[in-house]
C-alpha cells in the first residue's frame, strides 16, 4: 500500500479524555465511505513495520488508511464500557475486493484486548476473556501473540474519545506461521514519531 503519514489527533470522534500525539483524523474517512451522512461508519488508519529476529526475513513498512465500504481496505473497531474499564477491538486489513475478510487481507492487524485505564496497556479480561494481537503480511500471519505488560505485544491506548480512540504498538517474539516458524517484532512506521512504536487511530466504533 502506498504510505500514508501518520499525524496523530481525533477530531471528529469526540472530546478525548487524554492527551495523545498528533494523529490525523480518521472519522472523517467514514463520511467519504458513502451513504447517509449522518452514518457514522467504522474508519481508522495505521502504521507500522515488522521483520524478524536475526534479520532472517526482509523488513516491510505497512500503512493502511480507510472506512468500512472501502474496496481496498477492510476497517472495524468497538468501544465498551465494561466493568472496570473498556473493551477495545480493531482491526485494518488491505485487501484486493470489497467483501474479502482479514484472512483473505495482504497486509493487517488485528487488536483486541481490555483497556483499565486511559494511558494504560491493553490485556486480558480474564482466563475466558483472552485479549490478543493479529499480523498479517505477504505470505505470513503471526496467528495468535499475548497482548499486555508482561507479554510479547504492547498496545497503549493513550487517547478515548466518543466512539473512537488512539495508541501504539509493539511487539517482540512473536512466532508466524511458517515451517519453522520465524520470530518476529512489529515497530513503528517510516514516519513514525517514535521508531520503536506502531500507530494507529480509529473512529465511528461501535458500542
Wanted: include cysteine; aromatic fraction near 6%.
Amino acid at each position: 500500500m502506498r504510505h500514508l503519514p501518520l499525524v496523530l489527533a481525533l477530531a471528529a470522534c469526540g472530546s478525548p479524555t487524554s492527551n495523545a500525539p498528533p494523529l490525523a483524523d480518521a472519522a472523517a474517512d467514514g463520511d467519504a465511505a458513502g451513504g447517509d451522512a449522518a452514518t457514522v461508519r467504522p474508519s481508522g488508519q495505521a502504521a507500522w513495520s515488522d521483520g524478524c529476529a536475526m534479520n532472517a526475513c526482509s523488513p516491510a513498512a505497512h500503512s493502511l488508511r480507510g472506512a468500512q465500504g472501502s474496496p481496498n481496505v477492510d476497517v472495524d473497531c468497538a468501544l465498551r464500557a465494561v466493568t472496570g474499564g473498556y473493551s477495545v477491538f480493531f482491526r485494518i486489513a488491505a485487501i484486493a475486493t470489497a467483501g474479502q475478510s482479514f484472512d483473505e487481507s495482504r497486509e493487517g492487524l488485528y487488536v483486541r484486548g481490555f483497556l483499565p485505564a486511559v494511558g494504560q496497556q491493553l490485556r486480558s479480561q480474564s482466563a475466558e476473556d483472552v485479549g490478543n494481537v493479529r499480523v498479517r503480511g505477504n505470505g505470513w500471519e503471526v496467528r495468535v501473540a499475548a497482548l499486555g505488560p508482561s507479554s510479547p505485544c504492547h498496545v497503549t491506548i493513550t487517547t478515548l474519545s466518543d466512539g473512537g480512540f488512539a495508541g501504539t504498538i509493539a511487539c517482540e517474539g512473536m512466532r508466524d506461521d511458517a515451517t519453522p516458524p520465524n520470530t518476529r517484532y512489529l515497530r513503528g512506521g517510516t514516519a513514525a514519531l517514535n521508531p520503536s512504536l506502531g500507530e494507529f487511530v480509529m473512529g465511528g466504533c461501535s458500542p
